[in-house]
């Protein structure tokens, strides 16, 4: 079996989601992103085995950037300020291109979301390093089951209905997380 190449998958993708910007979901297409490519539609099917699993790829690379940039901005303040800042900015990602991409997924949407577990992990770690970061948090906050990436993985799972385009408020998980870390 032939080792790809990673510099043109990532091209591959880049060129996947410049089709989306221009025409939508709707303009992808195997056909279609060889040509954009340059390369022969099997190079693409070597990549990608259709159109599902190309849009799969093409929702996990704009997550994983998404998150890489939230994980280099600094955001001041205590962990919930910065939580909140979280959501207001993974929100805002899910009313782009990224959200998009996912509520096209279709009959693929199980698949979609089995393969954002790495994100959804990705997500929780940066949480639990927020939370180590923060001095304020009380010392033992964290003691028995609930350890610090144990919380960390509760609220990911708690994130979802919040950072749909209309979605219910924050307020609510934040009050929760203010609770567990700082009150004694």
């Known amino acids: 079996m032939r080792r790809k190449n990673d510099a043109l998958q990532e091209r591959l993708l880049a060129c996947a989601q410049q089709l989306t910007?221009?025409?939508?979901?709707?303009?992808?297409?195997?056909?279609a992103l060889a040509v954009r490519a340059g390369?022969?539609?099997g190079t693409v099917y070597n990549y990608f085995a259709n159109k599902d699993e190309l849009l799969l790829a093409?929702?996990?690379?704009?997550?994983?950037?998404?998150?890489?940039?939230?994980?280099?901005?600094?955001?001041?303040?205590?962990?919930?300020?910065?939580?909140?800042?979280?959501i207001a900015f993974l929100r805002e990602r899910m009313n782009g291109p990224a959200g998009r991409l996912m509520s096209s997924l279709g009959k693929a949407e199980d698949a979609g979301l089995a393969r954002m577990s790495s994100m959804q992990?990705?997500?929780?770690?940066n949480l639990a390093r927020?939370?180590?970061?923060?001095?304020?948090?009380?010392p033992d906050a964290f003691r028995g089951e609930l350890t610090r990436d144990a919380f960390a993985c509760f609220l990911v799972q708690n994130l979802p209905p919040l950072l749909r385009p209309r979605g219910e408020s924050p307020a609510m998980l934040l009050?929760?997380?203010r609770r567990v870390l700082y009150e004694p």
């Open 21 to 31: 910007e221009e025409g939508g979901v709707q303009a992808v297409s195997m056909r």
């Open 39 to 41: 390369v022969a539609t």
């Open 58 to 86: 093409l929702t996990e690379h704009a997550w994983r950037e998404a998150l890489e940039e939230m994980a280099r901005r600094d955001c001041p303040g205590d962990f919930c300020t910065q939580l909140s800042w979280i």
């Open 121 to 125: 992990a990705a997500l929780a770690e």
């Open 130 to 138: 927020r939370m180590a970061d923060d001095p304020r948090i009380r």
């Open 175 to 177: 009050c929760v997380a």
